[in-house]
Structures are given as structure tokens and as C-alpha cells.
């Protein structure tokens, strides 16, 4: 009863740590065995018989009975004399098994043995969970804000488990609250010490997929397959999709009555402006369709460099480049083209026109971004319009405009 009541002692928080008896027994064990190699120097001559359902365990050490003149006496030898106080009839040359009590190992041992019990749980634990989360990498999973810091958010699992979502992971645009729900994927898991650190994302192109797969049943069953996604997160996406089944539009499938399908995703992702597109292996009408809402009028293909020469009229260019240009480096992504506009009907004073952002160290990024959100990304494009309409169709002020105007029509009076 005594190594019993230590035990239950050594086990008494195995209930918080989840952990089923047989597993801890096992762990006992492998904890003892390197105590008696400390205190005896093996542990090959002890016998550890495990009891699991009774949760007691007996430590039986064996050991040759040598006569009493051999002074070099070894862990597996005992003397007649000593071996004769446990049974009077042993002779020289027997076999003698003997228990062990744990209390015999001394206060100093057993929390020694206490302390590398909890060190071999944690060290179970952390095990379990590194494998349980490596098998959920790229899945969706939610988990509940616990701590908001500045360049990381803490969240936590059902099971009280520590996930972690870094600022790079978020989209720009949220905002979270202690008590919220989070989803996001799992990125990865990685071992900082002995213990697993997980890394949830939001930003992964992978997210988003699964977000498709979740919330649209033919995706999820297979009968529509996600081909390709590439995002700015926060700001825009484009997903290619495709079907076996001639029947089923992709497209329409995926997006929805007026959008009704895709609506939860986007609002999910804090609003992102999400194209779905058809993938097709003709690589003309798949960039033709990445550029979209663009109509581009031609095309011209450099397989060796992967570019592609996009000629496009002078009203398609800007919906072609898209707000920040975020539509044009989309559709490269998605395609895998480095993609160059070319403006068709160019009148002849416009032919020595020169890009916005030629002129970054005059003009402020936020300036030629602004002009860019109403398709103006050229100087002759931006001279060409009233400055009180500009006023109008953008944040900038007038003086701001004016200055603009006489820095670029000195570029064009040298």
C-alpha cells in the first residue's frame, strides 16, 4: 500500500492533463527505471510489475546470493548473511528477489521522481499536441480571442490550447475583442523548446479556399474544383475555378443569386473584393479572363519569358490596372504572366506619355494613388481632365491638384 499511496500522490493531476491511466504507468515506469540506474547504476536486475486498473505498481530486484568474503560486491550480488534475514534456508549461488519499497529510495529521491514525472507529462502532452495540430495544418479552425497584444493575438481552443495569430497573419481591416471567435487556418506548428507553438493565418491564399469548400457544397463535394487563388488580403482576390460536369457552371455556382453564396466569405475576409473566374488551359483566354472587368482586345505572348503584351483601348486600361493596380498584379499572379498594357489608339501627343509613378520623388505615393483609383495612372491621362472635376472625384485639394498639374507639365515643356 505504500507504493500505492505514492503513486496516487505522483498522479494526482493526471485527471487535468487528460491522461488515461495506462499511459501514465507506462510513463511511472520509464520515470523509475532511470531512478534505480541513478541509485543503483542498472536497472537490469529490477523487475517493475504494473498494475493498471488498480493504479499500483511493485519494483522487485533481484540478486545472486555470493559468499560473505567477496568484498566487490556488485548491484545483482548479495551476501549469504544478508540474503538468510529475508529467507533463513537461502544457500550460496541462489536467486534472490527482494521488494522495493519506493519510501526506501529516500525523500530527496521521490521528489526527484515527482518532478521528472511532470517534466515526462508535459513532455507527453506537448508530443500529442504537436501531432494532433500537424495533421490540421491547412484547415480551417476557430478559437477564441484570449489576449490582444500589438503585433500578436492570443487566441485559445475548447481543449484550453494556445493558438497564436501574428500581425502579419491578420487582414489589415481587423479588429478583435477578447471573447471573440476567430477563423482562420492552421498554418503551422512549430517546436519553440519542447513545446509546440501554433500559427493561425487569415492571409493565406489557402484560407480562402477553404472558406469556398466550407460554404459551397458542390466545391466540398468535389463536383467544382478550386484551380488557383491569389489575394491582396483585405483588398481584392481572384479564384479560378472548373468543373468536370459540363452541366454545372462554376461561376455561377460558386458566386450565387446576387451573390448570396459568396457574401459570407466576403464578409469574412472584411470585405474583400473577390472575382471568380473560369480556369481554362488556353492561356489567351485565361489571361483575357483573369483581366476582367477589362474587355482586352488582343493579346501577344512571350512563352520563354512567361510575359504577355496586353493591347487594350484607352477606356479598358484603367479597369484593366484596377484600383492600386491591384486587378493587373492579380491577374499576373494567377496566371503566372508577367503582363505589360498596351493602349491601342494612342494619339500622336500621347505617344511620349510617361507612367504616375515616374514621378515618385515629386509627388507623394498617396497623390498618384489617388489619381489611380479613377483610372488615371498616366500624365497626360491626369492633364487631360478639369482640375475641379478632379477635385470632385477625389480626396486631394485643389492646391494639391494645381501643383500636381505644374509638375507635369514641366516634363512635357523641356
Not at 166 to 179: A, L, S, T, V, Y
Not at 266 to 274: A, M, P, T
Not at 347 to 358: H, P
Amino acid at each position: 500500500m505504500e507504493n500505492l499511496a505514492l503513486i496516487e500522490s505522483f498522479s494526482e493531476f493526471k485527471d487535468d492533463k487528460l491522461i488515461d491511466r495506462v499511459t501514465l504507468m507506462a510513463i511511472l515506469e520509464d520515470v523509475f527505471r532511470n531512478a534505480l540506474k541513478k541509485k543503483f547504476g542498472s536497472d537490469e536486475n529490477f523487475d517493475i510489475i504494473i498494475n493498471p486498473d488498480k493504479g499500483d505498481m511493485e519494483i522487485w530486484r533481484r540478486r545472486v546470493i555470493v559468499a560473505d568474503d567477496d568484498l566487490d560486491l556488485e548491484n545483482e550480488e548479495i551476501t549469504l548473511t544478508e540474503a538468510r534475514k529475508i529467507e533463513p534456508d537461502f544457500e550460496i549461488g541462489e536467486e534472490v528477489s527482494e521488494e522495493v519499497k519506493l519510501i526506501d529510495l529516500g525523500r530527496r529521491a521521490i521528489l526527484a521522481l515527482r518532478q521528472n514525472l511532470i517534466s515526462k507529462i508535459h513532455e507527453h502532452d506537448n508530443t500529442n499536441l504537436y501531432k494532433q495540430f500537424k495533421d490540421l495544418v491547412g484547415e480551417i479552425y476557430t478559437a477564441e480571442v484570449h489576449h490582444v497584444r500589438p503585433r500578436v493575438v492570443i487566441l485559445v481552443d475548447d481543449d484550453g490550447n494556445e493558438i497564436v495569430l501574428p500581425k502579419e497573419k491578420q487582414i489589415p481591416n481587423d479588429f478583435f475583442r477578447k471573447g471573440d471567435n476567430v477563423r482562420g487556418i492552421i498554418e503551422s506548428v512549430e517546436l519553440k523548446g519542447n513545446k509546440p507553438q501554433i500559427i493561425m493565418s487569415r492571409t493565406s491564399e489557402k484560407f480562402l479556399e477553404k472558406l469556398f469548400e466550407q460554404e459551397i457544397p458542390e466545391v466540398f463535394d468535389g463536383l467544382i474544383m478550386v484551380k488557383n487563388v491569389v489575394r491582396i488580403p483585405g483588398e481584392k482576390a481572384k479564384v479560378a475555378v472548373d468543373s468536370y460536369d459540363d452541366r454545372i457552371d462554376p461561376v455561377g455556382a460558386c458566386v450565387g443569386m446576387k451573390g448570396s453564396r459568396i457574401h459570407g466569405i466576403v464578409r469574412e475576409l472584411g470585405n474583400e473584393n473577390i472575382d471568380v473566374i473560369n480556369y481554362t488551359t488556353n492561356t489567351q483566354l485565361y489571361i483575357t479572363r483573369a483581366l476582367s472587368p477589362a474587355k482586352v482586345s488582343s493579346i501577344k505572348i512571350d512563352e520563354n519569358s512567361k510575359r504577355a503584351e496586353v493591347f487594350l483601348k484607352l477606356d479598358e486600361v484603367s479597369k484593366a490596372i484596377g484600383r492600386g493596380g491591384h486587378n493587373i498584379k492579380l491577374a499576373g499572379l494567377l496566371t503566372g504572366y508577367e503582363l505589360d498594357v498596351i493602349r491601342e489608339g494612342v494619339a500622336a501627343d500621347e505617344e511620349d506619355d510617361v507612367e504616375l509613378t515616374e514621378f515618385s520623388d515629386e509627388i507623394d505615393g498617396w497623390i498618384i494613388d489617388e489619381f489611380a483609383k479613377i483610372g488615371l495612372d498616366t500624365a497626360r491621362s491626369v492633364l487631360k481632365h478639369d482640375i475641379n472635376d478632379l477635385v470632385r472625384r477625389t480626396d486631394l485639394e485643389e492646391e494639391t491638384i494645381r501643383e500636381v498639374f505644374k509638375i507635369l507639365r514641366e516634363e512635357f515643356s523641356n
